[in-house]
């Protein structure tokens, strides 16, 4: 089974940036399309970006959609979030996972933004 482990959150200021990375064991990363999801308190876990396996197709919920970028490097077995113009509502816990979500959850990384 894969094992996800994401970093790269904190605390950050509104209009500020974050780089988020998701580590992920085992040889079958490259074959998969892969999402960064978050979840709120009080929220249901969403997707908010996804990558194909290749890298060469992206796509991003409406609420994110010009402020973050997904990319990875296969690898590395990594994929990235870079998120910029961050607002208040995007604090969340932030989760990598393939993009049908059938991984098991990794610990997820916090990302707190400040008004």
């Known amino acids: 089974q894969v094992q996800l482990v994401e970093s790269g959150g904190g605390l950050v200021q509104a209009g500020g940036s974050l780089r988020l990375s998701c580590a992920a064991s085992?040889?079958?990363?490259?074959?998969?399309?892969m999402g960064w999801y978050r979840q709120a308190p009080g929220k249901q876990r969403e997707l908010v970006a996804s990558?194909?396996?290749?890298?060469?197709?992206?796509n991003y919920a409406d609420s994110v959609k010009g402020r973050f970028t997904i990319s990875r490097d296969n690898a590395k077995r990594t994929v990235y979030l870079q998120m910029n113009s961050l607002k208040p509502e995007d604090t969340a816990v932030y989760y990598c996972?393939?993009?049908?979500?059938?991984?098991?959850w990794g610990q997820g990384t916090q990302v707190t933004v400040s008004s």
């Open positions: 990558i194909s396996s290749g890298g060469g197709s992206t």
């Open positions: 085992g040889s079958t990363f490259r074959f998969n399309d």
């Open positions: 996972n393939r993009a049908d979500s059938r991984w098991n």
